[in-house]
């Protein structure tokens, strides 16, 4: 379709090269199967900001031990589905969500989520790292420790239960995997305030696996590093994804034909317009409107 015979009134019932419409297009990636299974499914999902409608009827299934980007323009919504998949919007008092997710099968939004062992099971790395102000040893087990799982201080030691050699097991595990203990094990104790903010947010994700989560959802976790550090992220973000279902938000275009397996395109209005293998999103979209946006015409 050449976009010189398209008027804005058109759009609606777009139609692409070939002539479908929007809905047949929307049939063809609806289907998308892939590898394993569903770890999260996301079914027409709406989200409200008091009478703004921020999300409309997104559904999509997240497969697990994989990498989904989400990629749209700003505003688009990203960060609010993001949000949606470990309830994090109920923080927000305007935002109303609508639908369900289901996580390994089970509706987060049923009455009996516990949202403190969901959030423990799908955790989440913000855009800016933020760790404690505590040293880096206590940013690993400050989670496990809060949920019971370490025991170490002062009247779990009067009462001679002292976990500290597990203590020191899971840090280091947590900052190997975090790509990170090379840099840091001669300094546990320091304040994770003073490393780079290449370091404090591999800490943030050491943080987040601390916790033994199955999920992990990423927004935009590279846009404030340096090339360096944000190339370490993504080598880190592949990695991970052998083990922990991945989501992650990105702007950056490159970054998620690199690092991600499949890709969900939002665009404004908080519409999913596709979802697809990420080859075929960046090679060979079926919507006119996400060539557009990948081709860098819009947005
Ligand atoms: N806490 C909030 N209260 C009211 N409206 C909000 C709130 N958070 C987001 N919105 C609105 O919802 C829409 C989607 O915002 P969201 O932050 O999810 O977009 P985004 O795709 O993550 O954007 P960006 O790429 O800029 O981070 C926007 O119109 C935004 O103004
Ligand atoms: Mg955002």
């Given at each position: 379709?050449?976009s010189?015979?398209?008027?804005?009134?058109?759009?609606?019932?777009?139609?692409?090269?070939?002539?479908?419409?929007?809905?047949?297009?929307?049939?063809?990636?609806?289907?998308?199967?892939?590898?394993?299974?569903?770890?999260?499914?996301?079914?027409?999902?709406?989200?409200?900001?008091?009478?703004?409608?921020?999300?409309?009827s997104?559904?999509?299934?997240?497969?697990?031990e994989?990498?989904?980007?989400?990629?749209?323009?700003?505003?688009?919504?990203?960060?609010?589905?993001?949000?949606?998949?470990?309830?994090m919007?109920?923080?927000?008092?305007?935002?109303?969500?609508?639908?369900?997710?289901?996580?390994?099968?089970?509706?987060?939004?049923?009455?009996?989520?516990n949202?403190?062992?969901?959030?423990?099971?799908?955790?989440?790395?913000?855009?800016?790292p933020?760790?404690?102000?505590?040293?880096?040893?206590?940013?690993?087990?400050?989670?496990?420790?809060?949920?019971?799982?370490?025991?170490?201080?002062?009247l779990?030691?009067?009462?001679?239960?002292?976990?500290?050699?597990?203590?020191?097991d899971?840090v280091?595990?947590?900052?190997?995997?975090?790509?990170?203990?090379?840099?840091?094990?001669?300094?546990?104790?320091?304040?994770?305030?003073g490393?780079?903010?290449?370091?404090?947010?591999r800490?943030?994700?050491?943080?987040?696996?601390?916790?033994?989560p199955?999920?992990?959802?990423?927004?935009?976790?590279?846009?404030?590093?340096?090339?360096?550090?944000?190339?370490?992220?993504?080598?880190?973000?592949?990695?991970?994804?052998?083990e922990?279902?991945?989501?992650?938000?990105?702007?950056?275009?490159?970054?998620?034909?690199?690092?991600?397996?499949?890709?969900?395109?939002?665009?404004?209005?908080g519409?999913?317009?596709?979802?697809?293998?990420?080859?075929?999103?960046?090679?060979?979209?079926?919507?006119?409107?996400?060539?557009?946006?990948?081709?860098?015409?819009?947005?």
């Open positions: 379709m050449s010189n015979t398209v008027d804005t009134d058109q759009m609606d019932s777009q139609l692409t090269t070939s002539g479908e419409t929007a809905e047949d297009i929307e049939d063809a990636w609806s289907d998308y199967q892939f590898q394993g299974e569903a770890k999260l499914s996301v079914e027409d999902l709406d989200v409200y900001y008091g009478d703004e409608q921020a999300i409309q997104v559904s999509m299934n997240i497969p697990e994989s990498v989904t980007a989400l990629i749209g323009p700003s505003g688009c919504g990203k960060s609010t589905f993001l949000r949606c998949l470990n309830r919007n109920d923080r927000i008092s305007s935002a109303r969500v609508e639908g369900s997710v289901e996580f390994d099968g089970e509706n987060i939004y049923g009455g009996r989520t949202l403190v062992e969901l959030r423990k099971r799908i955790g989440m790395v913000f855009q800016a933020n760790p404690f102000p505590k040293s880096i040893k206590d940013n690993i087990s400050y989670g496990p420790r809060k949920h019971g799982d370490l025991e170490t201080g002062l779990p030691s009067l009462l001679g239960r002292d976990d500290t050699a597990e203590e020191m899971l280091e595990r947590c900052l190997k995997q975090a790509a990170l203990w090379d840099e840091v094990n001669d300094r546990l104790d320091d304040n994770a305030l490393l780079s903010g290449g370091q404090q947010q800490l943030c994700i050491a943080r987040c696996l601390a916790v033994d199955d999920v992990i959802l990423m927004d935009e976790p590279a846009s404030a590093l340096d090339p360096i550090a944000t190339a370490k992220i993504e080598d880190l973000i592949e990695q991970l994804a052998e922990y279902t991945v989501v992650v938000v990105t702007h950056n275009m490159q970054q998620a034909a690199r690092i991600s397996d499949q890709t969900a395109v939002f665009l404004t209005g519409e999913l317009v596709e979802y697809d293998d990420t080859e075929k999103i960046f090679e060979n979209p079926e919507s006119q409107r996400v060539d557009d946006y990948i081709t860098g015409k819009f947005g």
